[in-house]
């Protein structure tokens, strides 16, 4: 939050400066380029999903590495789920899933078997509700507590690592996620998987654009502002797991790519 106020100070000393030292019109040309400038600055900040200003962000690895990490939002889905996880299983990668705490409630069993077979869970909200990423301190740190105690009851493991819903992110979210001892997690590429039913699509975008020590971004959960059909994931899945491993690129386990611990010590 002190950021977002330096940023507001900055601007208003800006425009203040620009009616005092420039004449007209020219005060008024330079008092509107500062407020352009300022509310530039803070939309960048909440829209650019990797961008560390408001919470720090992680979305690809500190070092040079010929590896990437697979994540999944939005689960877990009885419909789709279980089904990511046969094809991560017989293609031997362990994956990040970033769950909705409500969803951890009405589904533990699958939760559980994301941690039996080896993956991360992350905290992806609690509900993933439209608006969330505009609420304030109050509101989001309900969201957050109550994924994590959803996770922690369902697998006995409390998440380090959050996404937010949609990737956007606001001053209170920052002060929240440093009072909860948590890092926000963006990624290098996301296949859209959430909006487009073309599997040739999803899969040609992130073999194609994915980089080495990349994070990236396909959804096991269906619904929550995106379609209801993740079958396009389910088959894009083993086209894009063969054409990284073509590429040279080993998928490793998200903690190991980014270099952080994905659970708060018991």
């Known amino acids: 939050m002190l950021k977002a106020i330096a940023i507001k100070l900055a601007a208003i000393a800006a425009i203040v ?4 030292l420039l004449p007209f019109p020219w005060c008024w040309v330079g008092a509107g380029a500062s407020l352009a400038l300022g509310l530039g600055v803070m939309a960048w900040a909440v829209f650019n999903v990797n961008s560390s200003i408001w919470a720090r962000t992680l979305w690809r690895s500190p070092v040079p590495v010929k590896a990437v990490a697979l994540t999944f939002d939005d689960g877990p889905d009885p419909d789709f789920t279980p089904r990511v996880l046969d094809l991560l299983k017989e293609k031997d990668v362990q994956a990040a899933f970033f769950c909705v705490g409500a969803r951890v409630r ?16 992350g905290n992806h909200s609690d509900t993933h509700a439209m608006w969330i990423n505009f609420s304030l301190h109050g509101k989001l740190r309900r969201e957050v507590r109550d994924c994590n105690a959803a996770i922690e009851a369902a697998v006995g493991l409390q998440p380090c690592l959050y996404r937010a819903p949609h990737g956007f992110k606001n001053p209170a979210l920052g002060d929240v996620l440093r009072q909860e001892g948590m890092v926000a997690v963006g990624w290098q590429v996301r296949g859209f998987d959430a909006v487009v039913n073309n599997a040739a699509r999803i899969a040609q975008r992130i073999v194609e654009s994915a980089k080495p020590g990349g994070v990236i971004l396909l959804h096991d959960g269906a619904g929550l502002q995106g379609t209801s059909d993740r079958n396009a994931t389910l088959e894009a899945l083993p086209v894009v797991i063969d054409g990284l491993r073509a590429r040279g690129l080993e998928i490793v386990p998200l903690e190991a790519l980014l270099g952080v611990k994905v659970y708060a010590q018991g």
Do not use: D, N, W
């Open 17 to 20: 400066a620009c009616f005092v």
């Open 106 to 121: 009405q589904h533990p069993a699958l939760a559980k078997r994301i941690a039996q077979e080896g993956h991360t869970l």
